[in-house]
């Protein structure tokens, strides 16, 4: 007789760090992947859908919960949802994080789910190894100085991600608005990458000084970073909002995304400002970094290339990092098997 039953996988958030989300190196060789098949058609990307109250106008404050839902293929074959909400008030008002997630995934042939697990630490991992891959293929592969822009959760990972992909990297920058933040941030970060110099700057002048590879991520609704504190060579990475003024990405020899769409679709970033003003056009647009990824288009070509980096962030990127924590929760052993019916009601 055939088995109706249907069970799924319930994985906390501790099983998910047991699985070894943590692992940036793994989860790097994950996004690489994505990218690339996301490049060769091989992935399912509906739009993200966000929901919000209050006063939608202060985002910022008020937050919103988006759901991403996605298919991977090629021997990936699994179709997914990221349900993530973003609260910035949480860490003020409830001493809690901003963001809190859930990702469930999907038998491709069957529709039935195959797991509910935490997806909060897969978010965060996956969003800087999208960075570190880019790093890999964009930034100079000498690169020694790393600039923060934003102290918050999310540059912790895009710190961890550049330091996977580029080892010399010995000297960190950090600013952010608030020096507390500053300070508590490298507190956390010298644990986390122990053989680096790391130092709070009070300017983002100062933090760009001497900079190979920026990275900023931050709620920011006007720009942070001025072209005239750019340096040739140097490897951006746009992770936040609206950070940089027109001209830093006009200074750019090079301009790549993650998804061109997803980004001037979105609207909130510099690029895709600058789209939406008339001030760019997809002319100068070199590639998606999947292609750079399956060798379509070039990578960095020279050491004086300034090259402007944009990740949206996709759905699809925290389904294939799930698939690898369910395949490693299965072998291990982890978590705790729930039943969603015995039999199925209706057939």
Not at 180 to 196: G, N, S, T, Y
Not at 318 to 325: F, L, W
């Amino acid at each position: 007789m055939t088995q109706r039953r249907v069970e799924f996988l319930y994985l906390t958030q501790q099983d998910v760090i047991d699985c070894g989300v943590t692992n940036m190196a793994m989860v790097m060789n994950k996004i690489e992947k994505l990218f690339s098949l996301r490049d060769k058609g091989e992935t399912i990307l509906p739009d993200k859908v966000a929901l919000r109250w209050g006063d939608a106008d202060s985002e910022a404050q008020t937050g919103r919960i988006n759901a991403m839902p996605g298919y991977v293929g090629g021997d990936v074959d699994v179709a997914g949802i990221k349900w993530i909400a973003s609260k910035p008030m949480n860490p003020r008002h409830y001493n809690m994080p901003r963001a809190s997630a859930l990702t469930i995934l999907n038998n491709a042939e069957t529709g039935f789910p195959l797991s509910v697990m935490d997806g909060t630490v897969i978010s965060a991992m996956r969003t800087g190894a999208a960075t570190g891959v880019a790093a890999k293929y964009l930034a100079r592969k000498d690169s020694k100085v790393l600039c923060l822009i934003g102290a918050g959760t999310q540059n912790h990972t895009q710190m961890m991600a550049v330091k996977t992909a580029l080892p010399g990297i010995n000297e960190i920058h950090v600013y952010d608005i608030s020096m507390d933040r500053v300070k508590a941030f490298i507190e956390k970060a010298r644990e986390e990458v122990p053989d680096a110099h790391i130092e709070a700057c009070v300017s983002a002048p100062e933090a760009l000084k001497g900079a190979d590879v920026i990275v900023s991520a931050t709620t920011a609704v006007s720009p942070i970073v001025k072209a005239e504190w750019v340096e040739d060579g140097v490897f951006i990475s746009n992770v936040g909002n609206y950070e940089y003024e027109f001209d830093v990405v006009r200074k750019a020899q090079k301009i790549v995304t993650d998804d061109w769409d997803g980004v001037i679709h979105r609207g909130i970033q510099t690029i895709a400002k600058m789209v939406l003003a008339g001030e760019l056009s997809k002319e100068r647009f070199h590639g998606n970094i999947g292609e750079i990824i399956n060798g379509k288009k070039a990578a960095r070509e020279n050491d004086n290339e300034i090259i402007f980096y944009n990740a949206i962030g996709m759905g699809i990127e925290d389904i294939i990092v799930a698939k690898e924590i369910y395949d490693r929760a299965l072998t291990l052993r982890k978590g705790q098997k729930l039943t969603l019916w015995e039999e199925p009601y209706w057939v």
